[in-house]
């Protein structure tokens, strides 16, 4: 593969992209769009709705599930006539969860936050033109967004997406806006007149402020953080009630909150929290960042035309767009 393709890789988002590699290739991505339908484990859905989600030919999707279901990736269901998630397909995620432990650790520090702000807290990974919750956290008084582990939302319209659209380097950005225009049109036109303002604001602040985006009445901000156990941007993020948090006061009272969340999950994925597995992490108060509103510069570790940076020694992130 020439060097584009291995950026595009490394950020495990553009399947498509490797889709002229051949029809098998092609086949294996198409699977996984089917997977992708079942967000849950109850989820049940037949050809048709499969079909209509991931914008598949019924005929493509009914030769996909009946393989899928040989493989064990999924169950047929004679009496509803419709497929739900295999055990092949459980046991494959059950194997990925080996870090529960760390994601508890993020977790505890998403309810930090949760408790002293009014909203949904996030920690997301991408998946392709999504992002999606790992783990999250909210007040009980909390009100607005309710999202739960494994929800999916679009990059376009929320902050975590354009938080971390706005991190990667300036081409791989450019390509995940070309698929975009490819898959969902209406989701470039979104983002694409955002990003460069985004990634100029992200150098600057370390974070990103979307308001009114993927609702009139929610407001969010977020901030990317390299992850090295997924070898790209993850991004910890919040959304609140526009109506309690407009914009000023997001910058004000909430983006300091953030940015030391994000320092704080950006040294337990990197290794740094020297406490990750002892038991005193419960007490253990967030970090602060040297500079209010500001993230510490890094120095660049990964110079072989990777498609995203990370930082060795700062405990939190300054994204790069990559440009020299």
Known sequence: MGRRSERLSKQGMLASDLAGEGDVI???SRAFDVLRCFEGHEARLGNLEISNRCGLPRS??????HTLTRMGQLVYLPHDQKYRIGPSAVAMSASMMR?????????????????????????LIPDRSHMVYLEHARA??????HEGTGTRIAIASTAAGHAYAAALDADVGDALLMEMERESPESAKLLRPR?????????????VVVCGLWSPHINGLAVPVWSPQYQTFAVVTIGLLSAM??????????????????AAVHGLLDGT????FSNRIENKPLPVTAQKNKIIKTED???????????????SLRARDGRR
């Open 26 to 28: 092609q086949v294996v």
């Open 60 to 65: 493509t999707v009914s030769r996909l599930t």
């Open 99 to 123: 870090g529960l432990q760390l994601r508890n650790l993020i977790r505890q520090r998403l309810q930090d936050v949760a408790e002293q702000l009014p909203g949904t807290v996030g920690f």
């Open 140 to 145: 009980d008084n909390a009100l607005g967004l």
């Open 195 to 207: 990003i460069e303002d985004n990634r100029r604001f992200l150098r600057e602040h370390g974070y």
């Open 245 to 262: 948090y407009d914009e000023k006061r997001l910058h004000q009272e909430v983006a300091p909150r953030l940015l030391q969340l994000g």
């Open 273 to 276: 929290d020297t406490d990750i």
């Open 301 to 315: 570790t990964n110079e072989l035309e990777a498609g995203a940076r990370r930082s060795r020694a700062a405990p």
